[in-house]
């Protein structure tokens, strides 16, 4: 029978199926770290549970780390004491645990497929929503709770129902200026915060395809942003050049067999999807958000939208609730919004890419005196090759802060957030309120929009500096 | 996890859409290693910042049914949404839509979720504002909303539901297939990546 990518991957993976009943389901990679674990290891140890393959876990800490003075003890004793616990446990379960300090520290979505873990077809699960991030290699991946994390340490398996899928194709090419994240941006605003609500969504088309890894996984990462738990992309070559000599991926022989397998990753000519959504990328212009949720949008050569203009009732009660809370005024255009701090970084967008194509327009230019911009790599390797690349150097010259590895200031739960009513231009997922710190307002961008911005002071496109130098 | 099988309570109009899991527990309360105790932090910022939100109104302060408008839970997978809502008494939410990371954590933790769409949510409401004081039944056994005059049936997924009526464990319930496992995992391929 035809299949879609998805309906494959979860097929080779069922270990039972039984009518009226969901799936069980075996996961080859669980990633954990230190927010979501604490309460699972303590359940198995009240039961007397172990961790049944160690083998296939893998810990990192990136939530609460500092990005600053990294080489101290953390001095939130709330956020040490957590980072003790993963420690513990870590030690306790025999668990390989990428601590602060250690080269391959960082941000659980951006070491994974760094190390060559995430490959095609692979079902990979993690207590974080963000977990779709691998879907970029045609991996089945997606966000669990805690009670989940602590059902897979016991038996590396899920229970669940397959899930619907959606094919998200996306014509032509983008523009020049406009990027991966302008296009997800795009995405959820089309389909809704809840558009995606059961579905795992494939990514298909000539835009997709003319992607880099960095870019994919940028688009994968914000699946969970259009309410699907896992965005795929068909892995190609471009996939098995990025994967070719990671640490973890096959070698020699088997890295032969490994691609001859995973080229008959992809959907059949045939597989029908439960939905379909077509998009053309070459009408695509630099996105951002206005509002508190991540489908609250739009290009950045619009206005803020009036509130009245939305004929859903629930939509314009969030509106005017969102644009309070953003104390913006309908009919402003966006590139008039100014900004206080500028945040490149996160499992969205924090990977060498980003951080080059960030760097590139700050190149020989300084960021407004007003400004404070934070550049946080995703991973102690970006960093690394950032500061081999002389990265570092071009954003200290700007005027940024360049930081150690972390989730930092996406969602504020380290030293690095926004005061109330700070304003930010920020490359992270989400825009809630309060998400990057307590009154803080936040507006989605790509990291070449959050360049601009941090140039010019307000909401800006990279080709709006290029016009004016 | 505890078994739900029927539940009576007051129910709190929450008039809001995309509640995300960031306003139902903000980080900051996550950086804890226990399970329990998460109250303080249920809708920490509206009701700190906002005099008229629902749990701020003493009419609603006994509450455990929550009924809210589309999107409930979307955003961040913390569990500790639903710990937070539990621990300061929630044992049902009502909403058209759910994230779904949230409603799976929710049906794993015994906090019912149920799907009803938006008109009658709207009806919840109105008998919440007009009638705080009286209570609604929410029956898992029957399937049924019942309050005032009137009854409404509800769909749970089934295996959800068995789970909830009996108060199951899944790992208890998975470990039963341990060999079914190990020959699963016999049959993976060698190539596959592993930690050592």
């Known amino acids: 029978m035809a299949g879609t990518l998805a309906e494959k991957v979860w097929e080779s993976h069922v270990v039972r199926h039984a009518d009226g009943e969901p799936d069980l389901l075996f996961i080859d990679m669980h990633l954990v770290h230190e927010v979501t674990s604490p ?29 600053l003075d990294i080489d101290k003890p953390i001095a939130d004793l709330v956020s040490r004491t957590q980072i003790e616990t993963l420690r513990r446990n870590c030690a306790e379960f025999g668990i390989r645990l990428h601590a602060m300090g250690d080269e391959e520290q960082g ?50 398996t899920l229970t669940g129902a397959r899930p619907k899928t959606m094919a998200v194709n996306v014509d032509g090419g983008l523009p020049a200026g406009v990027s991966a994240k302008d296009l997800i941006l795009a995405l959820i605003t089309q389909i809704g915060t809840g ?35 896992a965005g795929m992309i068909a892995p190609d070559d471009t996939t098995f050049e990025y994967l070719s000599g990671r640490p973890h991926a096959p070698k020699g022989a088997a890295w032969d067999e490994a691609v001859a397998d995973w080229r008959t990753l992809r959907s059949d000519d045939d597989a029908r999807f439960d939905t379909e959504v077509r998009l053309d990328a070459s009408a695509l212009s630099p996105f951002v958000t206005w509002g508190t949720n991540p489908g609250q949008g739009a290009p950045l050569s619009d206005s803020v939208p009036n509130p009245d203009d ?109 005061a109330p009513g700070e304003r930010s231009a920020s490359t992270s997922n989400r825009n809630f309120e309060g998400r990057q710190g307590r009154g803080g307002r936040t507006h989605l961008v790509s990291p070449g929009v959050a360049a601009a911005t941090a140039v010019t002071g307000h909401l800006a496109a990279p080709a709006d500096l290029e016009a004016s130098s | ?27 900051s309360y996550l950086k804890r290693v226990t399970r329990t105790g998460f109250e303080d932090g249920l809708f920490a910022a509206w009701r700190a910042n906002e005099a008229d939100f629902v749990l701020n109104k003493p009419h609603y302060a006994a509450s455990s049914i929550l009924v809210a408008d589309n999107d409930f839970g979307t955003g961040s997978s913390r569990e500790h949404a639903v710990w937070a809502l539990m621990d300061y008494g929630f044992r049902v939410v009502i909403a058209p839509r759910f994230g779904d990371i949230f409603q799976n954590n929710a049906l794993k933790t015994g906090l019912l979720v149920v799907e009803q769409p938006v008109a009658e949510v709207e009806r919840l409401w109105q008998h919440a504002e007009s009638h705080p004081d009286q209570p609604v039944d929410v029956d898992l056994v029957a399937n049924e909303i019942r309050y005032g005059n009137a009854t409404t049936s509800f769909g749970v997924d089934p295996y959800a539901r068995w789970r909830l009526l009996e108060g199951l464990d899944d790992i208890a319930l998975t470990e039963r297939h341990r060999d079914l496992i190990s020959e699963f995992e016999n049959g993976r391929p060698e190539r596959l990546p592993s930690i050592r």
Request: proline share 5%.
């Open chain 2, 1 to 27: 996890m505890n078994a739900f099988t029927v539940h009576r309570g007051i129910v709190a109009p929450l008039r809001r859409t995309n509640v995300d899991t960031d306003q139902i527990i903000p980080a």
């Open chain 1, 107 to 156: 941000i659980v979505h951006v070491i994974g497929p760094q190390l060559g873990l995430t490959q095609p077809g692979l079902t990979i699960v993690c207590g974080d929503s963000h977990t779709s991030t691998h879907g970029a290699f045609g991996a089945l991946a997606f966000g669990i709770g805690t009670s989940e994390v602590e059902h897979v340490l016991a038996t590396q």
């Open chain 1, 39 to 67: 309460q699972a290891f303590d359940a198995l140890r009240t039961a007397g549970r172990g961790v049944r393959r160690p083998d296939l876990t893998l810990a990192t800490e990136d939530h609460n780390v500092p990005t």
């Open chain 1, 195 to 229: 558009g995606g609500q059961g579905y795992v969504i494939e990514y298909r088309g000539a835009a997709i395809e003319a992607l880099s890894m960095e870019g994919r996984m940028t688009i994968c990462n914000m699946s969970i942003e259009a309410g699907a738990r």
């Open chain 1, 310 to 418: 939305f004929a859903d009732p629930g939509d314009r009660v969030s509106a005017q609730k969102a644009l309070a809370y953003m104390n913006l005024e309908p009919g402003t255009p966006l590139r008039e919004v100014t900004v206080d701090t500028v945040f490149v970084g996160s499992c969205t967008n924090g990977r060498i890419e980003d951080l080059r194509i960030a760097a590139d327009l700050l190149r020989g230019r300084r960021i407004a005196p007003s400004v404070r911009m934070l550049v946080v790599p995703g991973s102690m390797r970006v960093k690394a090759a950032a500061e081999a690349e002389g990265l570092d150097q071009i954003f200290l010259d700007a005027g940024a802060e360049w930081r150690s590895a972390g989730c930092s200031m996406c969602l504020g739960m380290n030293p690095d957030q926004l």
